[in-house]
Every structure is written in C-alpha cells, then in structure tokens.
Nanobody, 117 residues
Framework: QVQLVESGGGLVQPGRSLRLSCAAS????????MGWYRQAPGKERELVAV?????????ADSVKGRFTISRDNAKNKITVYLQMNSLKPEDTAVYYC?????????WGQGTQVTVSS
C-alpha cells in the first residue's frame, strides 16, 4: 500500500504562485510514475505534470512554462512538488496526487486550488 498526503492548496489571485506538495509513504519502492492531475467542476480529470519511467517529465500544454514538477527522494518517503506560477482562473480545480506501481494506481484526497480576484 502507498499513502499519499497532499498539501498547499488555497485561494490565490491571478498571476500569483502556489506550491503543492505530495508525500508518498508505505510501499514506495515499486512506484514507477508519480505526479499531479486536476479536475475542474463539470470536467474530466486531466494530467497536469508527471514523472514517468526513468524520471522523464510530462506536462499538459496548458501549464508548460508556468508549472514545474520536482521531487525529493528520501529513504522512506517520496515528496513530489508542483510549483505553479502565473496562475490563471482556468487553473482552478481540485488537484490530485497520483502514484503508480505495476499493479495499482493510488490517489490522494485532493487539494483545492482557486484562482480568483
């Protein structure tokens, strides 16, 4: 089992920044991909930014140049960050952390990001 705990969401004005964190613990040695998705009201969940196999990164076109994914690997924990700059109202969504091993896809509880003046 993998546990994912997210933090860092909130209300922010357009043009400002936020950083999300996701801490993975438990059976983390088998994790091969990890990253962030989001779901806006009335829309499907979509990829935002992920680390793929081998550490490659993949970003949604809508966030390229504004968002940066990074990670910190500790002995018993992996923490993945999402630095979000130049936020726009259309970035408003619930952001979910995701981690996958060979058998299971794990999701965090979600953290709300609201971009509004």
């Amino acid at each position: 089992q993998v546990q994912l705990v997210e933090s860092g969401g909130g209300l922010v004005q357009p043009g400002r920044s936020l950083r999300l964190s996701c801490a993975a613990s438990g059976s983390i040695s088998g994790i091969n991909t990890m990253g962030w998705y989001r779901q806006a009201p009335g829309k499907e969940r979509e990829l935002v930014a992920v680390f793929g196999n081998g550490g490659s990164t993949n970003y949604a076109d809508s966030v390229k140049g504004r968002f940066t994914i990074s990670r910190d690997n500790a002995k018993n924990k992996i923490t993945v960050y999402l630095q979000m700059n130049s936020l726009k109202p259309e970035d408003t969504a619930v952001y979910y952390c995701n981690a996958n091993n060979r058998f299971t896809s794990y999701w965090g509880q979600g953290t709300q990001v609201t971009v509004s003046s």
